[in-house]
């Protein structure tokens, strides 16, 4: 890996972006650019970096299986599993339709926004204050990066037209999947998506996950092994949403995308990689991201298959 090689992946995939749209249905987010792309990925002792990788972008569902360990390290696997399932759905992000007829009733799995608004109330804290204080603390922890907010304009804007998530979370509190007040947990929610990150920043966090949740230039266990691997294995199995299967096989490696253009993976014991490419396909994923992300696993054989 070097930063020559990385330069010569942005420009041999950058076309691809014309491929996608950026994502419309949260007004703020039509302000991106369609036509960036960025990269970085870390080792132990290295950084490569590429195209637009430092610009700032809202984390969205890449948040979801970060959020999905720190509900995990303050309730313990019993209670997240009570709320939510461990099965790929095959739908999209956003959808409904399975709330209802799915036998467990609960939503199939973390990853969908139906089970990330269950997850977001598990969050402890007295307030909302104080549960948005300590995802960012645990963010900023996993990303050594002290400087991470919340964009507010983002915020605001999916607070106003969040509608679709609005009646899956009052749907979920009717079946006993949401803990406290539905406006809380969806306020939650709709920040821990807000919060601005770049592609070095979900590198930093990939390269925690690919090491069992050891950061290994400290020594310090910053997740416990377990919830690491319970995150990854959800990350493989339903982290590209109804592309997930398709991805597997081309790309082989536990990834989180993001509408805002993200896309976070995790090479076992090897490396962290961040994406940023706000250009999505139809499934809400990025087009040039997934298909450098190919590219760079086939070269450097990083499928864990
Ligand atoms: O729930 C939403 O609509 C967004 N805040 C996050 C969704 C998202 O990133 C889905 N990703 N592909």
Not at 174 to 198: P, T
Not at 260 to 286: A, E, H, T, W
């Amino acid at each position: 890996m070097d930063k020559k090689y990385l330069d010569s992946i942005i420009k041999e995939y950058k076309h691809y972006t014309i491929e996608g749209q950026v994502a419309d249905y949260i007004p703020e987010l039509k302000k991106m650019e369609r036509c960036d792309l960025g990269i970085a990925i870390i080792d132990r002792d290295n950084i490569f970096t590429a195209g637009e990788w430092e610009k700032k972008f809202t984390i969205q569902s890449v948040s979801k299986p970060i959020v999905l360990i720190l509900a995990l390290m303050d309730r313990g696997e019993d209670k997240i599993f009570e709320l939510v399932g461990k099965e790929p759905t095959g739908d999209p992000f956003n959808s409904m339709v399975r709330l209802e007829t799915y036998t467990m009733n609960k939503p199939l799995n973390p990853m969908i926004n139906a089970g990330a608004i269950s997850i977001s109330s598990l969050i402890k804290g007295k307030d909302n204050e104080e549960r948005l204080a300590r995802i960012l603390n645990f963010f900023r922890l996993l990303s050594d990066n002290e400087s991470l907010e919340v964009n507010q304009d983002v915020f605001k804007s999916e607070k106003e037209t969040g509608n679709r998530n609005r009646s899956l979370a009052y749907f979920l509190k009717d079946i006993h999947c949401i803990e406290g007040d539905v406006e809380e947990a969806l306020d939650l929610y709709f920040m821990q998506c807000s919060i601005e990150v770049n592609t070095l920043d979900l590198a930093k966090i990939g390269l925690i996950l690919a090491n069992d949740g050891l950061n290994i230039n400290t020594g310090e266990q910053l997740i416990p092994k377990k919830y690491a691997k319970i995150a990854k294995t959800f990350m493989l199995t339903c982290g590209m949403y109804d592309e997930s299967g398709k991805f597997a096989i081309d790309v082989g490696i536990p990834s989180k995308s993001g509408v805002g253009g993200g896309i976070m993976s995790s090479v076992p014991q090897r490396y962290g990689i961040g994406v940023f490419g706000p250009s999505l396909n139809k499934k809400g994923n990025s087009v040039a991201g997934m298909r450098m992300l190919e590219k760079i696993s086939k070269d450097y054989e990083m499928s864990i298959f």
